[in-house]
């Protein structure tokens, strides 16, 4: 899925892994700037894993389970996908 800048931004807005100040950098990000060099600047910045990066860049939104924001997938198998991610209530990672 080829994006432009618009769509990653919406993208990222959707997936509420951000905070609203994040956000309002993010929507004042310049127009010119390609969805993966932004991609990787909100890496490089802490702002989102890389897989994180990946998947939005791939279109998907579902980073978030339940109070929990999805860092990384770290196996999967016949019986399901095992996540890394951030607690948000307790800010740990779990």
């Known amino acids: 899925m080829a994006l432009n800048l618009r769509q ?16 309002a950098q993010l929507r004042s990000a310049n127009d ?9 600047r909100l890496v ?17 939104t579902n980073l978030r389970l339940g109070h929990s924001q999805l860092l990384a997938q770290i196996g999967e198998g016949g019986m399901g996908t095992v996540y890394q991610a951030r607690q948000q209530n307790f800010a740990r990672s779990v």
């Open 44 to 60: 490089a910045a802490g702002k989102i894993s890389r897989w994180q990066a990946r998947q939005l860049l791939k279109g998907n």
């Open 32 to 40: 010119n700037l390609d969805p993966v060099e932004l991609a990787k």
């Open 8 to 23: 990653f931004v919406a993208l990222v807005e959707s997936s509420d892994i951000l905070s609203v100040d994040d956000l």
